[in-house]
């Protein structure tokens, strides 16, 4: 229980940000899958993941937590520093260390251009909020920041989610603490009826149309929307519910 209210406060602690993608219009999605190496308990990672959720767009995570030895040396040998977030772009050729910077292309190439990262005092309040929610996660223990031993899946998982979901973050932090890469598949809400709990649009707004493209994708592979949603092409499974998906990734991948 503890475990998802610290979560829950997490989300809270950033003003809910990467609940929901409302510029559908102005959002162009890259050609080619951008990467981001990223550590999920980092406060600029974080603020950076909150852009791509509210873009809705898709990348492929390289987790690289403290100690770990998977991915990190890649990073370190792409920029020269061990410093994250790092995001690779393909279809621009660019490979962006600082947070800011990186939410200023995303924003240039793939959503409002008129939009930039906060500067000044916004900056500061914005990663302060973003180091109080890691705060709040880091009570006990600290969550998706060092690496534990795993053994590295042959192809890369998929995971339906979007940044301030409670019940997804646990997991985004197991796939990070076990240096499991994946592709974020985001799921922020597109319409104001999607906001709160599935119970309130199944029961209010049933017949409100679906405009995310991976909400409708999901819609049509399960006849739901919800998440967290794991697939991994190694074993055939697919599963939703937190709990059970860290149950599975710990027996799967766990040492």
């Not at 977030?85 to 800011?100: K, Y």
């Not at 998706?144 to 940044?163: D, H, I, R, T």
Request: charge should be positive; hydrophobic fraction near 40%; glycine fraction near 6%.
């Amino acid at each position: 229980m503890f475990d998802l209210l610290s979560s829950v406060m997490a989300s809270s602690a950033r003003g809910w940000r990467g609940s929901a993608a409302f510029n559908g219009d102005k959002t162009r999605q890259p050609e080619k899958m951008l990467v981001l190496y990223d550590i999920e308990a980092c406060p600029y990672c974080r603020v950076v993941r909150e852009v791509l959720s509210e873009l809705d767009v898709d990348v492929l995570i390289y987790p690289c937590p403290v100690g770990g030895m998977r991915f990190r040396p890649d990073a370190l040998d792409i920029s020269g520093v061990s410093q994250f977030p790092l995001l690779l772009d393909p279809n621009t050729g660019d490979e962006i260390l600082e947070s800011a910077e990186i939410i200023d292309h995303l924003y240039k190439h793939y959503g409002n251009a008129r939009r930039v990262s906060p500067r000044g005092l916004r900056r500061q309040l914005s990663i302060s909020s973003s180091m109080a929610a890691t705060a709040v996660r880091s009570i006990g223990r600290a969550r998706g920041m060092n690496a534990k031993p795993s053994v590295a899946p042959e192809q890369v998982l998929e995971l339906y989610s979007f940044e301030s979901s409670p019940y997804s973050r646990p997991v985004r932090e197991l796939l990070t603490e076990l240096e499991i890469p994946y592709i974020l598949r985001n799921f922020a809400k597109s319409r104001w009826q999607e906001m709160g709990p599935p119970l309130v649009r199944s029961r209010w707004f049933p017949d409100a149309p679906i405009t995310s493209a991976n909400r409708l994708r999901l819609r049509e592979l399960t006849g739901r929307s919800q998440v967290p949603y794991l697939i991994d092409p190694n074993t055939g499974v697919a599963m939703f519910e937190s709990k059970d998906i860290m149950a599975y990734l710990n027996t799967q991948y766990g040492r």
